[in-house]
């Protein structure tokens, strides 16, 4: 397979947008590479931005490995890439208050009602209800890759906690501070004032009537994979970061337990999955949620970050139609790519991804995370029985898509400087008419070669993302 | 404040300050047994330690007997124990993690490295590059911490749970270090040399030996280093310094329900304010001592009624 590589092109010369950094590369001592990689090691474990590696020792925290070869973007591209993210997170918006309202998607038989009302993370308890700016997803993390000949195409919707923004913007400081000389020489769009955007979109759709309202961001706890980002979106933005136990429901309005007695919270911006939200509506044995709180939410008291349901959008058994909900709602051909995707609930479709399994990438339907999937190329035969016996038991908990060949980039590994496949991850943000992100995202990169897997609890490691001005 | 944020702040300072207590504490009792006496008498000191701790149940159930290395291991490494100086460690850096978005990064990042540090020391490596040195170590981020809290963190009401914690810890530890240390040494009286070690040795574990001499100038009597503990409103680690900062701190957060443990602090600080040496002496140092401990236990418990445990759905 031919990958595009990111900062060479097919002859072998370096891309214009990537020149200053190799002529800067070429002429930095590889001592003073080396010493500054220690250096960036030594600060990440000194300031603890870790995560927790689910499955592994109990708290066991472990650093997510940072690249210092940036990716960088021409601002051309990512100006490309920005007007289709805005089209593509507005129909995702308008398809979820269709789909809790008068479903006219579904009576106009664009998408299968029995696909979108017979999945597990549809909530009925949102049927009608009525949100802030009629926004559900205020934060996306929509995963792009770039493949073939240099194409972009995204691959999932994040549209329930999106995570990784708080590494977008460590690595940016990481890189300021080991190498200020290459931001004199680059004209690199800020990024750092994310926490700024987010706040103000949080404010923005508070419930009607709360003139001046008070925003909390709530996690499961300190042993949450994410816990650094909670805290850190936390002190950024200058709200407290709260746990279900310190929040409480009181005729329908949602208090926190402060030194000083009850205070009221107007908006949260959650970092708790949907089950676990609200014992007495999803799982009744989740202690991190707060009981009460979706009576309150229904009640129009409080606002969450994501909404309820927004799941039924990003299930990759959706995700087929998204080019479809463009078109619908906006009257728009869709600026981005989706990738073929073939959904093994139909016959036809299930039998050739059996007869070709060897190439296809398969993904369970509501998994995340790159755990239970299937990359054929790379897969021994073994894996490759066993998720055909899966797929003949269970076809509609799954698809298949062409395995793509994901563009690499140089990036730094034990035998010095090889090239690793990577992906990008902007973070979208979404209140009213408004769609607003900062320039980039996180690029997560697969550090173990001919990996396509980029996850970071899969071993991926993170660079700083450069969106190059002209 | 988030009452939850405000028990993890009071317990991180606790914790650490703590730290330090048992540091002096087995520093001094590790100084006291390098003076020449009995096997007896030098164990003695070491069950002390235990007893002081209330932790004799617990010793007993992981140690055959009470001498010098079992019960520096027991207090020092023993994950096992609670309140080992590596347990105690673990805890203010567990605590500042659930809050490390409240606390500066200067902070946090010094209660992690505390930890990260101490974590990676075996009891052997301790003991055998000098306990002491050990001891010193954890004197200094502990200083360390309390430095960095007031250098970096805003005055609010963070800072305040943060004081009321390391003032009410020291209040306690100061109190227990005297009670036990008075009970060993009181009973042999005036023995020359070996006393003026000893005391001086439990002035230095209160960094209060050349405090005693710049104030009293004379030779060391247990009468002064009773005053010099209790009363003195201006030594550091005075049971009546310690109680002057908790009742200001304690004002500076009070809240609609506060008002019996701030009535209970003044009561105990008035105690202190208006007490001389030598009634407490005559009412039996170490009764005053256990009521003045009980009272101790009993402020911590309004505090946490009062504003760090979780209040009730009414407004």
């Known amino acids: 397979m031919n990958f595009y590589n990111e900062m060479i092109d097919a002859n072998g010369g370096v891309r214009a947008h990537y020149r200053a950094y190799d002529e800067w590369l070429k002429a930095t001592p590889p001592e003073r590479i080396a010493r500054k990689r220690a250096e960036a090691d030594l600060a990440f474990h000194r300031v603890g931005i870790t995560f927790a590696v689910y499955g592994e020792e109990e708290g066991k925290e472990r650093l997510i490995p940072f690249d210092i070869i940036p990716r960088v973007i021409p601002a051309a591209e990512w100006k490309a890439m920005q007007s289709g993210l805005r089209q593509r997170v507005k129909a995702l918006n308008m398809f979820l208050h269709d789909v809790y ?291 003949i038991a269970k076809p509609d908990g799954y698809i298949a898509q062409p395995t793509l060949a994901l563009s690499n980039c140089p990036t730094f590994v034990d035998e010095g400087i090889a090239p690793r496949h990577l992906d990008l991850r902007p973070f979208v943000l979404s209140s009213g008419e408004c769609v607003n992100m900062v320039p980039g995202g996180l690029t997560r990169v697969a550090l173990t070669a001919g990996s396509l897997v980029v996850n970071s609890s899969q071993g991926g490691g993170t660079k700083d993302t450069w969106i190059l001005e002209d | 404040m988030l009452s939850r944020t405000a028990d993890h702040l009071f317990w991180m300072s606790r914790y650490i300050e703590r730290a330090e207590n048992l540091a002096r504490l087995l520093d001094v009792t590790w100084q006291m047994s390098l003076v020449p006496q009995s096997l007896e008498a030098a164990n003695q000191n070491w069950n002390a330690v235990i007893a002081l701790n209330s932790l004799e149940e617990e010793f007993a159930a992981r140690y055959p007997a009470v001498n010098a290395e079992n019960v520096l291991r027991f207090m020092v490494s023993d994950a096992g124990n609670q309140v080992s100086i590596q347990s105690c460690l673990r805890l203010a850096r567990e605590n500042a993690h659930a809050v490390r978005g409240t606390v500066t990064s200067e902070m946090w990042e010094t209660m992690n490295a505390t930890w990260l540090e101490a974590r990676d020391k075996s009891f052997e490596q301790i003991f055998n590059a000098g306990i002491g040195e050990f001891f010193e170590w954890v004197k200094m981020r502990s200083s360390l911490s309390r430095g960095v809290t007031i250098g970096t963190l805003l005055q609010d009401e963070a800072f305040h749970f943060i004081r009321l914690g390391t003032l009410l810890e020291r209040a306690d530890n100061t109190a227990r270090i005297l009670d036990v240390k008075f009970h060993v040494l009181r009973p042999h009286g005036d023995e020359g040399a070996t006393d003026f070690y000893q005391w001086g040795a439990l002035l230095r574990s209160v960094s209060a030996f050349e405090v005693y001499r710049k104030v009293y100038r004379d030779v060391i009597t247990p009468e002064r280093v009773a005053e010099l503990l209790i009363l003195r409103m201006d030594m550091p680690r005075s049971l009546h310094f310690c109680m002057n900062g908790v009742l200001k701190n304690l004002n500076l957060i009070a809240n609609r329900q506060s008002g019996e443990t701030q009535r209970q602090a003044g009561l105990l600080h008035a105690q202190l304010h208006y007490a001389r040496v030598e009634e407490i002496l005559e009412h039996g140092l170490h009764e005053w001592l256990t009521d003045f401990m009980d009272g101790i236990y009993l402020l911590g418990d309004g505090i946490s009624k009062d504003f760090l445990v979780p209040m009730a759905a009414a407004a």
């Open chain 1, 101 to 391: 309202h008068d479903q006219e998607i579904l009576k106009a038989g664009k998408i299968p009602a029995e696909q979108v009302l017979n999945n597990t993370q549809y909530r009925p308890v949102m049927q009608g209800v009525d949100l802030p700016g009629q926004i559900y997803a205020h934060i996306t993390g929509v995963d792009i890759v770039r493949a073939g000949a240099g194409e972009f195409y995204v691959l999932e919707d994040n549209l329930r906690v999106p995570s990784g923004v708080s590494y977008m913007l460590e690595d940016r400081k990481m890189m300021m501070r080991l190498f200020p000389e290459l931001f004199a020489r680059h004209k690199v769009a800020p990024v750092q004032h994310y926490p700024d955007l987010l706040l103000e979109k949080l404010r923005a759709v508070s419930p009607k009537g709360i003139g001046n309202p008070t925003v909390v961001v709530l996690t499961p706890g300190a042993y949450n994979s994410a816990y650094f980002e909670h805290t850190f979106l936390a002190q950024q933005m200058g709200v407290e970061l709260v746990e279900g136990r310190d929040l409480f429901v009181k005729d329908e309005v949602v208090y926190m337990r402060t030194t000083q007695g009850p205070q009221r919270v107007d908006v949260i911006y959650r970092r708790i999955d949907d089950d676990f939200m609200d014992p007495l509506i999803f799982r009744a044995d989740s202690s991190l949620g707060v009981p009460g709180i979706i009576r309150a939410y229904q009640a129009g008291n409080v606002t969450l970050a994501n909404a309820i349901g927004t799941g039924v959008a990003d299930d990759k058994s959706i995700y087929p139609y998204v080019p479809d909900m463009i078109r619908f709602y906006l009257g728009e051909e869709p600026k981005l790519n989706n990738v073929p995707t073939y959904m093994c609930r139909k016959p036809d479709e299930l039998k050739y991804v059996l007869d070709h399994l060897a190439e296809l990438v398969v993904k369970e339907v509501h998994g995340a995370g790159g755990y239970g999937m299937l990359v054929g190329p790379a897969a021994s035969k073994a894996e490759i029985e066993r998720f055909r016996q899966l797929l």
